[in-house]
Nanobody
Framework: QVQLVESGGGLVQAGDSLRLSCAASGRTSSTYHMGWFRQAPGKEREFVAAIGWSGGNVAYGDSVKGRVTISRDNAKNTVALQMNSLKPEDTAVYYC??????????????????WGQGTQVTVSS
């Protein structure tokens, strides 16, 4: 089992950048594929990015492609999400998630086994 804690959220202006971090504890993070999702009020949880256990495979949601980069440091058990050119529509609670290292990286929330508590990102116009 793994515990996930997100950090780095906050209030920024449109066009700014923000870097989110997810710290994993418990079993080593290299055992898991990792993902970032977000959820805005009244909306379903949305896929943002995912990275394979070795860091070799990545995937991005259409709404953020070209503006975000996911990375991981297995030695430090951390996963980061660098977000650039932020827009008001990026406002949401951002969640880190882990999926047991089986099969490919996935983009559906239901495919992930563990979740953090989330960190709020608010982008003002």
């Amino acid at each position: 089992q793994v515990q996930l804690v997100e950090s780095g959220g906050g209030l920024v202006q449109a066009g700014d950048s923000l870097r989110l971090s997810c710290a994993a504890s418990g079993r080593t993070s290299s055992t898991y594929h990792m993902g970032w999702f977000r959820q805005a009020p009244g909306k379903e949880r949305e896929f943002v990015a995912a990275i394979g256990w070795s860091g070799g495979n990545v995937a991005y949601g259409d709404s953020v492609k070209g503006r975000v980069t996911i990375s991981r440091d297995n030695a430090k058990n951390t996963v980061a999400l660098q977000m650039n050119s932020l827009k008001p529509e990026d406002t949401a609670v951002y969640y880190c998630a882990a999926r047991e290292r089986r099969g490919p990286i996935m983009t559906r929330p239901v495919d992930y086994d563990y979740w953090g508590q989330g960190t709020q990102v608010t982008v003002s116009s």
